[in-house]
């Protein structure tokens, strides 16, 4: 890793418990990506990144911002990073997906919060992340309680600006996240001092637009019954699409499904014969949880597609790009995002379907229903979506967790059951 | 008891199971409130609705159906029953304040959820509630994520019509929620088949109105030094002002305070003197549940104000009285609803307002913050309120509890040593 000790310093870190997540990080990383065998060369980019994570982009967004452009952390799918670009900002993710946070947000937040939240307030408030230190605006949203009420603490210490989810999707609710993409077009315009003009709406809209592109090219090679790609790393791929520059990142992307196209006609796979393809559904997994896809890679399972936020949600659906005036781009903004379905709905039906549809488009031979404890969004929406598996005959099993390790064994003696039991079917 | 088999029967109840709860009940009861000294004797009116909780208020919410009415049950103070009576119908609270719901919840919800919810699910699927079989239509708010995803489940099982409670409070969020009402509205009216007119909504505003200018009354007796009637007593007032009738409660509650009156004229008190004036803030507490309550009154302490949806959020401000069409009428009933400071908006910096306030205007001791377990909102914004109160030189007891019985002990420790510290004081 380079050295970005001043660079760290600058930013006010705590340089002392910065370096015990440093120094773990790499370990990590190597454990659970490293020994992967036949990776594609192009991983080289991702593994790049995650080396320097504190380092490269860190310097690109100050680089950003001594040429007077402002950053803008986000914490959810639903916050139109469009409006952000076209406004010549950034926009990057900001959730934690470290244990390593989670005790700094504990010290404000009751345990009883689930960790992605505890580990971004903490990662915040414990100077322990860059990205966090360098934002000049975090945007939250109304999406669950925690946040909701996290946003408040973050609030006395970052210009925060949160946008309010409508609950439900009648016609009403669209017609209220319009507004709310609006009001937030104004707050950036005002923040920025640069207006959002349509061309660079169109722009910006086209640009994260080939995010997606690549993002859904990448997840189309998971369908192949050779899978020239491991879930793993395209996990890691899709974090990474959170904070990387997004051209590059499309670029990089797209390069790598040209490698990935070339193992698909020579039939290459980078699992066995046999390998049972799990979908996991519910909670997202930020950078560097990479805990239950490591578990289910190394007990005779290929993780195929995730219909979480750092899965399929992410991705699916494009923004209309043919708009022309403000007001129908904004309105195309909330086609597009209103299409998540997310647990933050009531009713939210929407997302069995996705499940039911995704697990025929990936031929999958299970799924695991992951919540992230204390989410309890996603763990009463479990019952429904468990039972709806079983009704449609697809083995499912349901799991919660958290970023600690205490669980790791129990876990992986649970995974390797079900997939046995998938092999055995 | 009077003899209400039959009609449970006829209720679809499961009578068994419901025997276990109607035997526990009169015990608790007994404990907790028949062994006071000195309590008022209006109070007798209270004990007879208690002891004929099943019995007497299901009686007449089914009497009124036979007629033709419809019964509507609700689970939170936003719900405006202005709107259901002023249709001819019934609003009644259902909440579940005993452990002896949990368990039913808990077979579809997530244990992490909070009893409140666990129970009043709890309630309605185990058929241990003669409230929830007698209800024609459920009314839900999306006031926090646990009943946000319940009322999916209750859907399964009865029509309910969910109202989504805007997160912040903006004019448009406000514009919002009187949308929101005008929806219901129409609801009412087409379930009931009775139209809203202006002058009902006139006669259901005062109706609820003198409900809670009945308890304000009541509450303003507490504001004494000597305290002619105890906190506990208080309570289960407030509690039974969910669910009974709304004149008949109304009066009942004026003629205990004309005894109060006379009561504060002999400078009759309940409590010795020297005993610490509580505030107990936070989380609701639905009947049976006066666990805390007892355990402050019977450790050197009188409970003289809460502020929590059993208390002070219910009836403080009234709804304007002067309005005449309906739109202006329904625009008052949001002025009046969205002065509830609860912690599911965001922020939420009138609550501190009002706590700081009412701990003058009831001349407190000092505060405990009661937050029933996994309520994720309350528990955080505890962070503020306890910090505050800090600030302000009010001791403050932070407190996390459930419908158990299993922390009783400690909590009595905890209790009995904050009280004995403020009498060190």
Not at 120 to 148: H, N, Q, W, Y
């Amino acid at each position: 890793m380079a050295d970005y000790r001043q660079m760290w310093k600058d930013l006010g870190m705590d340089l002392e418990l910065h370096d015990q997540l440093c120094e773990v990080l790499p370990t990590a990383f190597g454990d659970v990506y490293l020994s992967q065998e036949d990776r594609p060369e192009s991983m080289d980019y991702y593994n790049f990144v995650v080396s320097e994570i504190h380092g490269v982009r860190p310097a690109e967004l100050i680089e950003s911002q001594k040429k007077g452009g402002k950053v803008f952390g986000t914490f959810c799918v639903f916050v139109p990073d469009e409006i952000i670009f076209a406004a010549d900002a950034i926009a990057t993710g900001l959730c934690g997906g470290s244990q390593f946070w989670v005790p700094g947000g504990e010290k404000v937040l009751p345990t009883n919060t689930c960790p992605l939240i505890k580990a971004s307030v903490g990662a915040r408030l414990e100077k322990t992340c860059p990205f966090f230190r360098i934002a000049d605006m975090f945007v939250g949203e109304t999406t669950c309680d925690g946040k909701k009420k996290a946003w408040e603490i973050l609030a006395e210490d970052v210009p925060i600006h949160v946008m309010d989810m409508p609950q439900m999707k009648r016609q009403k609710d669209l017609d209220a996240w319009t507004n709310e993409i609006s009001i937030f077009k104004n707050k950036v315009e005002e923040f920025t001092g640069n207006e959002v003009t349509s061309e660079k709406l169109s722009q910006a809209i086209k640009l994260i637009n080939d995010k997606r592109r690549a993002l859904k090219r990448l997840y189309e090679f998971r369908k192949n019954e050779n899978l020239p790609i491991s879930g793993k790393d395209v996990l890691l791929i899709s974090q990474i699409a959170f904070y990387d520059d997004p051209t590059r990142f499309a670029s990089m992307t797209n390069k790598l499904c040209d490698e990935l196209d070339e193992r698909v006609k020579n039939n290459i796979s980078v699992f066995t014969a046999g390998t049972k393809r799990i979908m996991l559904t519910g909670t997202p997994m930020a950078i560097p949880n990479w805990k239950l896809h490591h578990i289910v890679e190394t007990s005779g399972g290929a993780v195929v597609v995730e219909e979480t936020c750092t899965g399929t949600r992410y991705f699916e659906n494009l923004v209309d790009e043919t708009k022309t005036i403000i007001d129908e781009q904004i309105e195309a903004l909330t086609d597009r995002y209103m299409k998540i379905n997310c647990a933050c709905f009531t009713p939210n039906t929407g997302r069995i379907d996705d499940i039911l549809r995704l697990a025929k488009e990936y031929n999958v031979d299970g799924i695991i229903d992951v919540n992230l404890k204390f989410c309890n969004l996603y763990d009463t929406e479990g019952y429904f979506v468990e039972r709806a598996l079983k009704e449609a005959g697809i083995p499912v099993l349901g799991i919660e967790t958290d970023y600690t390790d205490q669980d790791a064994e129990q876990l992986r003696t649970r995974v390797g059951a079900f997939i046995e039991m998938l092999s055995n079917k």
